[in-house]
């Protein structure tokens, strides 16, 4: 079946600006991560969620970053009042269930520019 | 801090060479570790994985990877390796808690 999709693909924006990002998770999938992929910091956890409750947070940078899902499918990342810094590849992955032996199963990511 | 632990960010070998990318981690306890790898212009996709058992473990494409508790380390391996080897690899640990942390990737290019 389809995989984890995230739209846009590319996102080019102005400081400042609020952005919002999507992931469409692997149907069925109960579990959904985002991730943030940028130069010299690898890949950095973000937020989880199970169904559509976040139990941990603790990722998010800071209080401009927030994520909600709907429905138990559709995730929304959202940035507010973007900085340069905010500039990095955002990833989408979803897995069967919150489980260790789950495979995490990615997007093929949101690549996010902040002028 | 804990950390996942990748060295030579930058690798670059001839076709048939063999291949060995370090990974160390930080945490203790029950660990489950991964290593995905990222072709260019294609996403994450799992190369393999160990959760228990035989830790000696086997991937795709004849990549094979070896947990050693007491050295805190998951080293991946190939013994002969392609052109369509060149990508960038990544080590992941999962410690129960449901998110991966990352190493931050080897690059691997494999000249024809």
């Known amino acids: 079946g389809a995989g984890v999709s995230q739209s846009p693909s590319n996102k080019v924006t102005e400081k400042g600006k609020d952005v919002e990002l999507r992931c469409d998770p692997i149907?069925?999938?109960?579990?959904l991560y985002w991730y943030r992929q940028s130069l010299g910091q690898g890949l950095e956890f973000l937020i989880y969620?199970?169904?559509?409750?976040?139990?941990?947070k603790s990722g998010l940078p800071s209080d401009r970053f927030s994520a909600e899902r709907t429905g138990g499918s559709v995730s929304t990342l959202t940035i507010q009042r973007t900085q340069q810094e905010d500039s990095a590849v955002y990833l989408c992955a979803s897995s069967l269930q919150v489980s260790s032996y789950n495979e995490q199963f990615f997007g093929p990511g949101t690549r996010l520019t902040v002028l | 801090a804990q950390s996942v632990s990748q060295h030579n960010h930058h690798v670059i070998l001839s076709e048939a060479a063999s291949l060995e990318l370090g990974c160390n981690y930080s945490y203790g306890g029950t660990v489950n570790l991964f290593w995905y790898v990222q072709y260019p212009g294609q996403h994450l996709q799992l190369l393999l994985k160990y959760f228990s058992g035989d830790p000696l473990v086997k991937g795709i494409k004849g990549f094979e990877a070896e947990f050693i508790k007491s050295k805190f380390s998951f080293n991946l391996r190939k013994p002969s390796v392609q052109w369509s080897d060149t990508a960038e690899y990544f080590c992941?640990?999962?410690?129960?808690?449901?998110?991966?942390?990352f190493g931050k990737g080897n690059q691997v290019v494999v000249i024809p």
């Open positions: 149907s069925g999938h109960t579990a």
């Open positions: 992941a640990v999962k410690r129960g808690n449901n998110r991966l942390a």
């Open positions: 969620f199970q169904g559509n409750s976040a139990p941990d």
